[in-house]
């Protein structure tokens, strides 16, 4: 559990959104977050918990919920209707009672700064899928995970960390590095200019996107639906 201590008004909501993001990009059962010591000093910026929520729930697909015994912050949650997608809890030993972990498999590796990187980055997808029974999924996971290798070495200095999970009716491909700045998607390109590839993986991914990691990194992920 994480708690928010200070003000939330219009100067410190980008922070507190961006810090949340960035805790669940590397959390791995669920954020539970205490709000206790958190002012609300703008009702109607609490709804980037709900913001939050949503996110998360689609990637890295992890329970998010807050923790208040105030029964002050606990009417504005409600009156905002933040506690209808976010669940609040009045102490954490209630929260983590809740069985509302998703079950999840997950299989990680370092990607070598290699000449055969992308070649064993794909080796590796197509021995998880194996192993996990969704060989339908292989060949886009496959593209996936070499776009997202690739354009972590020719754009960065880091070492590629491969990871993929299975969750639920989704599996998630990502690729983690050390650079702050985030994948993009670049129009009017030559085919032979790289990041055509972002093309495809929005193709064929249900989302994708680029989270920054507590690291000072960046998680580039795409979920690609199971069924």
């Not at 990187?117 to 899928?129: E, I, K």
């Not at 993986?201 to 690609?224: E, F, P, T």
Request: glycine share 8%; net charge positive; aromatic share 6%.
């Amino acid at each position: 559990m994480a708690s928010v201590v200070g003000v939330l008004d219009r100067t410190t909501y980008p922070q507190l959104r961006d810090g949340l993001l960035e805790f669940a990009a590397e959390s791995e059962h669920g954020v539970l977050i205490d709000i206790e010591r958190l002012e609300l000093r703008d009702h109607a910026l609490v709804k980037v918990f709900s913001l939050v929520a949503l996110r998360v729930g689609d990637w890295p697909a992890i329970p998010f919920a807050l923790v208040t015994s105030r029964p002050e912050q606990r009417a504005v949650l409600a009156a905002t209707g933040v506690d209808r997608c976010v669940p609040v809890y009045a102490d954490a030993e209630t929260a983590e009672a809740e069985p509302v972990r998703p079950p999840r498999r997950r299989a990680a590796r370092v990607v070598d700064r290699t000449a055969r990187a992308s070649a064993g980055a794909r080796r590796f997808v197509r021995g998880t899928c194996a192993r996990w029974g969704i060989p339908n999924l292989t060949e886009d996971a496959e593209l996936v995970a070499t776009e997202f290798v690739e354009n972590a070495l020719r754009h960065t200095e880091s070492v590629p960390r491969l990871r993929l999970e299975l969750r639920g009716g989704a599996l998630a491909v990502e690729v983690a590095d050390e650079s702050p700045r985030p994948a993009v998607v670049r129009e009017g390109l030559d085919p032979a200019e790289a990041g055509l590839g972002l093309r495809m993986v929005a193709k064929v991914a249900k989302i994708w996107g680029s989270s920054r990691s507590r690291s000072g990194g960046k998680i580039v992920w795409a979920l690609l639906p199971r069924f």
